[in-house]
């Protein structure tokens, strides 16, 4: 079907279908430069070229060019440098998902669409198998430091706060405790991933254990240094918890495809759940030493 006989509505899904398929043509020849692996970049070049091939396809049916979108090829390529290729390339597939689905329902109605949906479907299946993240490779030692941190300084600030009282008293018990936390986390791991024989190299994954330790504790401390009132700094740690929890589940469910919502909830739970039962141990203790502070 040429674009003389095709309706306003879906020339205009078709243009729309059009811009998406070359700006991503720009983004697999960005992040192609990103990849470390001669493998990588060669199979991220190939998909971008076949990104090509369908934006001229698209272009034959509505007969008109089409720019690519600099801001998303700009942010995707940002992604993909900060927070690693496997994020930024899974991230794009979602958009391409909802493309992939326009394309089936108007594949019966549009002569070359049919080819566009099968080989996007495709792509998905050949980023699966490419990708040697080495974000990814360690995100397990991310996990542990991330968990431990916010499992057990939430409960430490809780216990703090009402156990202490001074602010700045929290603060520094709190920073003490988590300095102390990050360097015995990373030398866990170290010895964990040693003793294991893992492919994984000890300490890399030390490194990665405890700074993820020690950047959650300082970001959980904060309210404490900024802030005059204990308990209103409780909050905001519980609150930047939950922040924490949040991106970091956000960022595990699209890079590792795992399901966001039950994850969440569950480092949620135990992170207020601690917080909460020491919160409730120090006030017990409290009274019964008949502390008054």
């Known amino acids: 079907m040429n674009s003389e006989k095709l309706t306003a509505e879906t020339l205009e899904r078709l243009r729309t279908a059009q811009r998406n398929e070359i700006t991503e043509y720009h983004v697999y020849r960005r992040l192609a430069g990103l990849a470390k692996k001669r493998h990588n970049a060669r199979i991220l070049k190939d998909i971008g070229d076949c990104e090509l091939a369908h934006y001229r396809i698209l272009r034959d049916l509505t007969g008109d060019d089409a720019a690519p979108d600099r801001r998303r090829i700009w942010f995707f390529y ?55 993240d080495e974000k990814l490779k360690y995100v397990g030692s991310i996990v542990l430091g991330l968990n431990d941190a916010l499992v057990e300084l939430t409960g430490a600030l809780a216990g703090f706060t009402l156990a202490l009282g001074q602010i700045r008293v929290i603060a520094l018990a709190g920073l003490i405790t988590g300095i102390a936390g990050a360097f015995s986390m990373a030398a866990s791991e170290y ?3 040693k003793s294991e024989g893992e492919v994984l190299h000890p300490l890399r994954a030390a490194f990665y254990t405890g700074v993820t330790y020690l950047c959650t504790v300082l970001f959980l401390i904060l309210p404490y240094l900024v802030l005059d009132n204990a308990y209103l700094s409780l909050g905001c740690t519980l609150v930047n918890a939950l922040l924490v929890i949040l991106l970091f589940t956000y960022y595990v469910s699209v890079a590792q495809d795992v399901p966001f919502r039950r994850r969440f909830s569950e480092m949620a739970a135990i992170s207020l759940g601690v917080a909460g039962l020491t919160f409730g141990i120090s006030y017990f203790v409290r009274l019964f030493f008949h502390l008054d502070i």
């Open 78 to 132: 940002l992604v993909a440098r900060l927070l690693g290729l496997t994020f930024g390339l899974k991230l794009m597939e979602k958009g391409e998902g909802s493309a992939a689905s326009v394309y089936a329902e108007l594949s019966g109605m549009v002569d070359g669409l049919d080819r566009i949906s099968r080989e996007e479907h495709e792509h998905e299946e050949q980023l699966i198998g490419i990708i040697d």
């Open 191 to 193: 010895l964990s991933i």
